[in-house]
């Protein structure tokens, strides 16, 4: 199984520090003054109507169809979770239109190519973006670090089974007292 983020929205207070956190956990840049509006692209996306706010990550599903549909295999299982090889991206968007959730994104970048050894410019590049869980940060996913109200988890096998222990055992005192769910 992969692991994924889980919100609960209940808990969710709409402050946009995950995105904040996501955005600084990815700057390749430690310049964060030199940050524009163009440069701010978190990977996960708050959500907020009326009456909820909750930010939209990606799942990292097991069957993932983003994986299924990308047509350059750039979008590979990694460490338990799916993530987008760029080399491979040829930014086609088939991968936002196949994901349940709208998790997947297409953002341009600065494009380079290297030739005799020197960098150059040549315009922009689509790339596929979505959540990596912070693959190779230290202490996981940004954004679940800094939820000031805890309403972010990294949710992984064991996880997920106490979680639906949890609710059987809750199931089941129901029924005994006679409780319709």
């Not at 163009?38 to 109507?49: C, N, S, V, W």
């Not at 706010?53 to 990606?58: M, R």
């Not at 315009?123 to 309403?151: F, Q, S, W």
């Amino acid at each position: 199984m992969n692991r994924l983020i889980v919100s609960e929205p209940a808990k969710c207070i709409g402050c946009r520090t995950c995105e904040i956190a996501c955005v600084l956990a990815h700057q390749t840049s430690k310049d964060v003054g030199a940050m524009t509006k163009k440069d701010f692209a978190p990977r996960l996306k708050l959500i907020r109507t009326l009456n909820i706010s909750t930010p939209v990550t990606c799942h990292h599903c097991d069957d993932a169809p983003c994986l299924n549909a990308c047509p350059a295999g750039a979008i590979v299982y990694r460490q338990n979770t799916v993530q987008v090889d760029q080399e491979r991206c040829i930014g086609c968007k088939t991968c936002v239109v196949a994901c349940p959730f709208g998790a997947m994104d297409v953002i341009s970048v600065p494009a380079t190519r290297s030739f005799a050894g020197v960098q150059l410019s040549s315009g922009t590049k689509a790339e596929a973006h979505k959540c990596d869980l912070c693959i190779g940060r230290e202490n996981g996913p940004a954004c679940a670090e800094v939820c000031p109200t805890k309403a972010l988890h990294v949710m992984d096998e064991s996880a997920l089974d106490a979680t639906r222990k949890l609710r059987q055992e809750r199931a089941a005192a129901e029924a005994a007292l006679g409780v319709v769910a």
